[in-house]
């Protein structure tokens, strides 16, 4: 297939292209470089430099004739939404509207969108499943689940004279190799790794106390290409989590114990807690295990190890 990766500079998205490369595929990309890195895209893809938000960067891309989207552009810091809310609307959910209208305009049979665990806000229900009421409380989440519903509504218009075929992926902690790991608004784990490299304090926000459902990134990107493949994902949404639930207090001393420090033993602080974070987070992914038969399959233990050699690995190259 044709495959259009927005967001193929940046963590999850060069992975997948990665993969859609490998698969045979031929892959577009197109980012900004606000979040990723041109040199992270794999040779083989057609690289543009480009921004959702601007329509005219994404036209010349759609009118190759695409097969399928995968669109995983965004802005991706809940701290920096609150900053600048605007900025936050206009990329995730105004650039995610860009995209839609490009794939009715140039009848791109399939879009598979990046969608977040944020969208739940604080649940009543843990492990939380996709029939769980969507109520974000983060500005971050509000974008993620207005943009995707523009794409779901978009999908079920009765004037469209095409097959438009849409999944959502909600997203849960995605970690793993090629995480940033001098970002403090990204990923929290590469931000405790980032620290234990540089022998810094790790900060913790709020009493350590909230959990995260951290799902390795090679099981992300099996769960996008086998959303890609399956007729049964059209019209879906999904949960793609590890299904097991980790306080932050616990990570911290999990990575801290990779480094080989005895627990108890690395200068571990604690900050006031931040805006908009969930407190009890972990994804039921039993929708994802009956209907596309995917199962992630990387304990954390084992991500973690592997994930913290390649991030030592990289810094001492």
């Not at 979040?35 to 895209?41: F, I």
């Not at 523009?150 to 090629?178: E, K, Q």
């Not at 972990?282 to 084992?302: C, F, K, M, Y």
Request: aromatic letters at 8%.
């Amino acid at each position: 297939m044709r495959i259009l990766v927005t967001g193929g500079a940046g963590f999850i998205g060069s992975h997948l292209t990665r993969r859609l490369l490998a698969d045979g595929h031929e892959v577009h990309v197109i980012d900004n470089e606000s979040n990723g890195l041109r040199t992270a895209v794999p040779a083989g893809a057609h690289f543009v430099h480009g921004d959702v938000t601007r329509p005219q960067d994404l036209e010349p891309v759609f009118a190759k004739k695409l097969d399928a989207v995968c669109h995983l552009a965004g802005q991706v810091s809940i701290i920096r939404a609150f900053a600048n809310p605007v900025g936050d609307l206009r990329t995730n959910t105004e650039g995610t509207v860009n995209v839609v209208q490009q794939c009715v305009k140039h009848r791109v049979p399939r879009l598979i969108y990046a969608s977040s665990m944020t969208a739940y806000g604080d649940c009543e229900q843990v492990p939380t499943p996709e029939s769980e009421p969507c109520k974000p409380d983060s500005y971050y989440g509000i974008t993620k689940f207005a943009a995707e519903r523009y794409v779901h509504s978009t999908a079920i218009r009765p004037d469209l004279d095409f097959d438009f075929r849409v999944t959502s992926l909600r997203m849960f902690s995605v970690y793993g190799p090629g995480q940033a790991l001098d970002n403090p608004y990204q990923g929290v784990l590469g931000i405790f790794i980032g620290r234990l490299i540089r022998k810094e304090p790790i900060i913790i926000f709020g009493d350590g106390q909230q959990t995260r459902d951290f799902v390795y990134i090679g099981d992300i990107v099996e769960g996008w290409v086998t959303a890609l493949k399956s007729d049964k994902a059209a019209g879906g949404i999904f949960n793609l989590g590890s299904g097991r639930s980790t306080s932050i207090n616990d990570l911290a001393s999990y990575a801290a114990g990779a480094f080989g420090h005895k627990p108890g033993a690395y200068d571990i602080r604690h900050a006031p807690a931040r805006p908009g974070e969930q407190r009890r987070v972990q994804a039921d992914i039993s929708h994802a295990r009956a209907v596309l038969g995917w199962e992630p399959r990387t304990p954390l233990e084992n991500g973690l190890a592997e994930t913290v050699r390649q991030g030592r690995a990289g810094t001492s190259s």
